[in-house]
């Protein structure tokens, strides 16, 4: 019972999300990619800081502890973050579809990233996305 009622409810959500302009996309994203972060992954990102050596030694810690993440250095300031599968509970399991929402997921690393450096400390990007019909999820951290 609770299954159908999240997938009626999501279906609103969705339906709202497809009709909401760039400002108003941008601040619930923002909200919503804090919350998210704030449930795990950011505690994680700070807890591997705290112990790594270097960036090197943060972006080693980071792969071991997320096993679904590939996190490599391109350049001396930008890193890839690479999810071979989407990483959304709600798009694993079927509640949103639409690719708007991989921009929860975007705001998520940026906060978990500005958790560690500062605010503004760093620019994210997407690159691909598996919502939106790339194989995997990427993106790209430049360290300002």
């Given at each position: 019972m609770a299954g159908s009622f999240l997938a009626h409810w999501f279906r609103g959500f969705?339906?709202?999300?497809?009709g909401m302009d760039g400002r108003s996309l941008d601040a619930l994203m923002t909200n919503c990619g804090r919350a998210c972060s704030e449930s795990y992954s950011?505690?994680?990102?700070?807890?591997?800081?705290?112990?790594a050596k270097d960036l090197d030694d943060y972006l080693d810690r980071l792969n071991r502890a997320f096993a679904d993440m590939a996190a490599r250095?391109?350049?001396a300031d930008e890193?890839?973050?690479?999810?071979a599968e989407c990483?959304?509970?709600?798009?694993r399991d079927g509640y949103v579809t639409d690719p708007r929402l991989c921009l929860c997921?975007?705001?998520s690393l940026q906060y978990n990233w500005e958790?560690?450096?500062?605010?503004?400390?760093?620019?994210c990007r997407?690159?691909?996305?598996?919502?939106?019909?790339?194989?995997?999820?990427?993106?790209?951290?430049?360290?300002?």
């Open positions: 969705e339906q709202a999300l497809s950011r505690q994680v990102y700070a807890e591997q800081y705290r112990a250095r391109v350049s890193i890839e973050i690479v999810y990483g959304c509970e709600l798009a997921s975007l705001k958790s560690v450096l500062g605010e503004n400390s760093v620019s997407m690159e691909e996305s598996i919502l939106r019909g790339d194989g995997r999820c990427r993106f790209t951290v430049k360290l300002l």
